[in-house]
């Protein structure tokens, strides 16, 4: 293959020059020639070429084993492993899409962690990075904060509930009314006696229960 001899006389060895194309193992080889053509031996040294950024299944990570809503703010995250991570070695993690004040750090397989904040809706941001410097695209991943059951009574036979009232009525089956949250379970007790009921409030957020009793 045809070179060009480069005049390094009076400079600093640094030349740069581009790797052939394709990601992969590049080898250097190289040669020095004095004013009197006496030339070195033939040196070399390789790199390995990588412009691909890591790309993971999103599926792989997975927040608080995948569940919809949570409690705690207490958070576990799982990650990918092995060839699942594509070359990847570091991670960013935020709360933030934009990762201000995050700072990059060796990928762990599980991590944990705290919600801040009022509950919600609560999502976790994350890149992924290799060695060469390559940067993958944000993955994220969410979860309902929800610590506490907004439950209200409306009504008690046909009369408006309000707090703490009492309600008279000669209706030996009222019916009750009032708003939760879509699928929180309800169960009503009357006066510590055996009339239980349980049921599921609907899509809509609203709840009807009737009275069956029988004495």
Do not use: C
Request: charged letters at 20%; hydrophobic letters at 40%.
């Amino acid at each position: 293959t045809e070179v060009d001899w480069i005049d390094l006389s009076g400079s600093i060895m640094n030349v740069e020059f581009v790797l052939t194309s394709g990601d992969g193992e590049k080898t250097v080889y190289l040669i020095v020639r004095d004013n009197a053509l006496n030339e070195s031996e033939v040196s070399s040294d390789s790199i390995i070429l990588d412009t691909t950024a890591p790309v993971l299944d999103s599926a792989d990570i997975i927040l608080n084993d995948n569940l919809l809503y949570t409690n705690s703010i207490e958070y576990t995250l799982y990650l990918p492993t092995g060839e699942r991570l594509d070359g990847a070695k570091y991670i960013l993690l935020s709360y933030e899409p934009n990762f201000i004040g995050s700072e990059w750090e060796e990928i762990a397989s599980i991590r944990s962690g705290e919600f801040t904040g009022a509950d919600g809706f609560k999502s976790i941001f994350m890149k992924f990075k290799d060695e060469a410097g390559n940067e993958s695209i944000i993955y994220s991943k969410s979860i309902v904060l929800d610590r506490v059951i907004n439950f209200s009574l409306s009504s008690v036979a046909d009369q408006i509930y309000t707090n703490q009232a009492v309600i008279r009525t000669i209706k030996k089956n009222p019916t009750f009314t009032g708003s939760s949250e879509a699928g929180v379970t309800v169960t009503m007790v009357i006066n510590s006696t055996p009339i239980i009921a349980t049921f599921q409030v609907l899509e809509s957020g609203a709840w009807v229960w009737a009275v069956s009793y029988t004495h």
